[in-house]
């Protein structure tokens, strides 16, 4: 996985010709490249400081530097404003990145934003697609309020007959795509930054781990994504379960080839609260006492097609060659209390393709499912099946 | 008078005769006392029913064995389908009407229905609140009655304006409700004022049609009523004429000298059907409004101006009219007004709109803060089958939000309220795409062989059609081209209802039986929608049995939004169906708040 908080560099204004452009560094190391490169003493860009002068002979610049935990990022983190002249920006980051500096993925600063606890899931839905490599979050209409206003005009169309024209039509469908467009950008830019749920594959060399994975991983039709970044290596995928996008890592792929204490350790270091492990062993032997207490683990008895396999309560048998039990090691991979909001922001770019479709013909049609993509909106971690597993629970009558 | 009636139904309305009529077909005795026969069921505003969402209301008038479609078959002279190109589920039916065959018809319909029709105004109720005994007229006599239906509409302490007159009336030529309405006050009803205006009319030869836009009859052999034989004659043509330029500011000039905009009337006004001197002041940079001249009966000689609706002195009146395309000869034989009136305050009434404080007197039409004839007349028939089944002693049934409009109105009626006279729009249900003008009659069957308003004529005839609805499922289901069902090709949006059926073998193919095809056509498209509106309907349904009494600080609950926290605080509602009808509280509120109990139960458990 990348490094948290490695030294990155964007360019944070648009790209194109413009008074000023800015430049975005961030992560540990930040002030002083800056102080190298505009020869300024060392410790000068420590703090919230702002320095001017010439930037390796490239422009005359404009530093402002952050501490740790109070920038955007939460880290230590460098603002360079140069001339806006084509070329001004590119070389600046050129030489950023010559001293060691990554270039940032599109909304890593974003996401760092989160990790580091700057901003919440909600504001991050709340950005705008103005809103790219940097800035704050957007200050514009939410997603949530544009589609509100979206209902009111088709509603308007729906119910004064007499006094629309015609050309409301277009305007409708207008607004729809303007708003397909901000939610397919807001949804490629929350992917990015978000932090998935993990479910680990663990247990024994040669328990069937690999083959469960691949299995997982072949039957999967929608790979949800293959972004750098998010993708550590070939033994972490991103699957699509039941809706659900969750990390999956076969926790071979560390380079254990026996279940010593480095693979275990490893494989834990990267596990966080809430993330879960499937524990796979055909002999159903007893698992190691600390991922027993430290997290909630399905036991796999794997292998279940060949001949004496065990079968041990509180095991789930399971076939990667026949197929048994793989959709109970499904149902508990998606039953993750973390979610992600990426899925919902795909679904609703889906309901908005069909409402577009729709409203050329079928205006209602294309509401109804306008006010489904509302209902998402509005509701990030809540549908009408969880109110009414909820409503289930209540003693009637009371 | 010696006899005693099982039902009294007092004002001859929209409201009052689909009350009086529903009543006597639960065989009750009903009586219905209005001033005159000749105006009963008057349209009083436009000559026309139906429209979006009001047109569908119709349907399910007819379904519930209502007078008002028949009636408005019968006597149309025009028909359009509204919004065809917006969706089968907003299509909106409406007919020109011929106002005084209107009246006739609906007289005829009363008849045979066996409602005894005594002309008279009621001065006052006679009894304590609690139980209503009678009703005594103005002329002295007093008639007993079991079970009451007070449909006055626009008329009690009705005052009509205009520019800068003001008159007592309960519409143009006629007397106000005065007596009544101060009895309705000192029994200490809460009552509010509502008003609504009226469009100057003009005489047809006056006016210059040569140069106007047609707008001739859409030829769909339609029909509001099942028991309708033929499709709707085109015997009249309309025209449409637009404002000029001209026309919004000699209105933006007169403004202080209309009665509605110089502070005389204190009665609130309809949004969404507004004066003219509401859009001009609303939207300032529009011109161009669309005015429609509608013919008041057969070959009448006067044409209502639909869209004019104004309260402005005469002679400005006359210099608006002129101003439009059409009309520089134009004669005004009736101008436009506003009228004020008393209606009943949300709450008054429950959800079998009877008044909480009665045991027998129900309410209905413009008195419940609606307008309009369609919502007069759909309430005025449940309100009616209600007050009739509390004579009979029989348990009350009310109207499903989700399978009727009906239910949809009666319930924001009594649960939302109403700041301004309701109007019915497609967008007050949450199931739009089910509630169709085509599926009326099988949305309401099972409530209304409920609630008791169907003859059994009606009743074998519905089941005639859902027979052919169910054959017509069956073939779509089982029919396969190219191994795949029709059924699975009517979901396809780019396939029409028509090509869809065309699919399917149906020997003979009847109108009736076209628009069967059509509905199972549609419901199959729609199907996944309803049901999912089905769903939230249920899950919200049972919010009403969940307790909020042990939340003490909804700051705690960190699944609402900060607003809703506040206003939860503030109001601190017994249970979640309470908690819905405060404004602040969003539909995602309301799940946070179910997800929140639900934690909180579950922790205690273990
Ligand atoms: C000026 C005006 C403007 C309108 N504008 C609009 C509009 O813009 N949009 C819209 O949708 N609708 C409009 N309408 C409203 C429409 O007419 C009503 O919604 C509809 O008529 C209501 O039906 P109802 O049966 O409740 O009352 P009404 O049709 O008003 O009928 C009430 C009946 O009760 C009778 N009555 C009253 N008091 C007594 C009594 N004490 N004893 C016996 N009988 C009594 C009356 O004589 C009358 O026959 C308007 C009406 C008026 C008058
Ligand atoms: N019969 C059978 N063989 C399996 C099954 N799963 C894995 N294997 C075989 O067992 C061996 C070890 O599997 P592998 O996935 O590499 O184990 P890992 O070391 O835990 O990743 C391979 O030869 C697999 O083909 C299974 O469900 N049934």
């Known amino acids: ?398 | 008078m010696k006899q005693k009636y099982q039902v009294l139904v007092i004002g001859g309305g929209h409201a009052g005769v689909e009350a009086a009529a529903a009543a006597a077909s639960l065989g009750c005795t009903t009586v219905l006392v209005t001033p005159s026969t000749e105006k009963i069921s008057l349209m009083s505003c436009n000559p026309a029913i139906g429209g979006i969402a009001k047109g569908t209301l119709v349907r399910e008038i007819d379904g519930l064995g209502g007078v008002t479609a028949e009636s408005a078959d019968a006597t149309a002279l025009q028909f359009r389908m509204l919004n065809m190109k917006k969706g089968p589920a907003v299509w909106g039916p409406r007919v020109q009407s011929d106002v005084d065959m209107y009246t006739v018809k609906q007289i005829q319909q009363l008849r045979a229905a066996g409602v005894h029709i005594v002309e008279g105004l009621v001065r006052r109720l006679v009894g304590p609140n609690k139980r209503i005994k009678a009703v005594l007229l103005e002329d002295g006599r007093e008639i007993k009655a079991q079970t009451f239906v007070l449909a006055a509409g626009t008329f009690l302490d009705g005052m009509l304006h205009r520019g800068q007159v003001t008159w007592p009336g309960g519409r143009r030529g006629d007397t106000s409700s005065v007596s009544l309405e101060r009895d309705i006050r000192k029994r200490m009803f809460h009552v509010k004022r509502f008003k609504t205006g009226t469009s100057p009319r003009v005489l047809r030869n006056s006016i210059d049609t040569s140069i106007l836009e047609e707008q001739i009859s859409h030829d769909l052999q339609f029909r509001f009523s099942w028991a309708s034989k033929q499709g709707v004659a085109n015997t009249e043509k309309c025209w449409v004429t637009r404002t000029t330029g001209e026309t919004e500011k000699l209105v933006k000039d007169s403004l202080t000298k209309s009665a509605l905009y110089s502070g005389r009337i204190h009665g609130r006004g309809p949004r969404y059907c507004p004066s003219f001197e509401d859009k001009v002041t609303k939207f300032p940079e529009r011109t161009g409004h669309p005015i429609h001249l509608e013919p008041m009966g057969k070959s009448s000689r006067i044409m209502y101006l639909n869209g004019l609706s104004t309260s402005m002195p005469e002679e400005i009146q006359e210099k608006i009219v002129r101003s439009l395309p059409g009309f520089s000869n134009a004669v005004i034989a009736a101008y436009g007004y506003t009228v004020e009136y008393t209606c009943f305050e949300t709450g008054e009434f429950d959800h079998t709109l009877k008044l909480r404080e009665t045991e027998n007197l129900y309410v209905c039409g413009q008195i419940l803060g609606t307008s309009g004839y369609e919502e007069a007349a759909a309430t005025g028939l449940f309100a009616g089958a209600c007050a009739a089944r509390s004579a009979l002693g029989l348990e009350q049934t009310i109207p499903d939000r989700l399978n009727s409009y009906l239910g949809v109105m009666v319930d924001d009626l009594v649960s939302i309220g109403t700041e301004e006279p309701y109007r019915l729009f497609s967008s007050r249900s949450e199931n739009r795409l089910g509630l169709r003008q085509d599926n009326a009659d099988r949305r309401v069957f099972e409530f209304a062989e409920k609630l008791g308003v169907l003859s059994e004529k009606k009743i074998a005839e519905y089941q005639k059609r859902d027979r052919k609805y169910r054959h017509m499922r069956k073939k779509l289901m089982e029919t396969r081209i190219h191994g795949k069902t029709v059924e699975s090709i009517c979901r396809r949006p780019e396939i029409t209802p028509e090509e869809a059926g065309g699919l399917i073998d149906l020997q003979t193919q009847s109108i009736d039986e076209r628009e069967i095809l059509r509905t199972a056509v549609l419901d199959i498209k729609y199907s996944g929608y309803v049901k999912r509106a089905e769903k939230r309907h249920s899950v919200r349904k049972r919010y009403g049995s969940a307790s909020l009494e042990s939340i003490k600080d909804y700051n705690l609950v960190e699944t609402i939004t900060i607003e809703a926290r506040e206003a939860l605080n503030e109001r601190r509602p017994a249970t979640l169906l309470e908690a819905e009808s405060i404004p602040a509280v969003r539909q995602a509120d309301l799940d946070g708040l179910a997800l929140y109990l639900m934690k909180r139960s579950v922790s205690r458990e273990t």
């Not at chain 1, 039990?325 to 770019?349: D, N, P, Y």
């Open chain 1, 1 to 398: 996985m990348e490094q948290q908080n490695d030294l990155i560099v964007a360019q944070a204004t648009p790209d194109a010709v413009s008074a000023i452009a800015v430049v975005r560094l961030s992560g540990k190391g930040a002030s002083a490249v800056v102080e190298l490169l505009m020869k300024l003493k060392s410790g000068r860009l420590k703090g919230k400081k702002r320095a001017v002068g010439d930037f390796a002979g490239i422009d005359h610049i404009v530093a402002i530097s952050w501490a740790v935990g109070k920038s955007y990022t939460g880290e230590e983190m460098v603002d360079l404003m140069c001339h806006g002249s084509p070329g001004t920006a590119g070389k600046i980051i050129g030489k950023l990145l010559e001293k060691g500096a990554r270039q940032a993925q599109p909304g890593e600063f974003t996401r760092r934003a989160w990790i580091n606890g700057r901003i919440t899931e909600m504001d991050v839905l709340a950005l705008s697609s103005q809103f790219s490599g940097g800035g704050r979050p957007g200050k514009d209409k939410d997603l949530s309020r544009e589609l509100q206003e979206l209902t009111s005009e088709i509603e308007g169309f729906i119910e004064f007959n007499e006094d629309h024209e015609i050309s409301e039509e277009q305007k409708i469908s207008d607004l729809l795509k303007r708003i397909l467009q901000r939610t397919n950008d807001l949804a490629e830019k929350v992917k990015r930054a978000e932090i998935l749920p993990k479910v680990f594959i663990m247990g024994p060399v040669n328990a069937g781990k690999s083959t469960l994975f691949n299995k997982l991983y072949g039957k999967e039709t929608v790979v949800v994504s293959s972004t750098p970044g998010t993708t550590r290596d070939g033994a972490t995928r991103i699957l699509n379960v039941y809706g659900r996008r969750v990390e999956i890592t076969d926790s071979a792929g560390y380079g254990g080839q026996r279940l010593d204490g480095k693979a275990l350790t490893i494989s834990e270091k990267s596990l966080g609260r809430g993330d879960r492990i499937v524990w796979m062993d055909p002999q159903c032997n007893d698992i190691p006492e600390r991922i027993k207490q430290g997290y909630e683990v399905l036991r796999v008895c794997s292998m279940c097609d060949k001949k004496n396999t065990m079968e041990k309560t509180g095991w789930l048998s399971v076939s990667s060659v026949t197929g048994q039990g793989l959709q109970q090691i499904e149902e508990f991979i998606s039953a993750t209390e973390k979610e992600g909001s990426s899925w919902r922001l795909e679904k609703m770019v889906e309901l908005l393709k069909k409402a577009i479709e729709a409203a050329d013909s079928d205006v209602a049609l294309a509401a109804e499912i306008v006010s489904e993509v509302l209902r998402e909106a509005e509701e990030p971690v809540k549908n009408a099946d969880a109110v009414e597993r909820a409503l289930e629970r209540f003693c009637v009558g009371k």
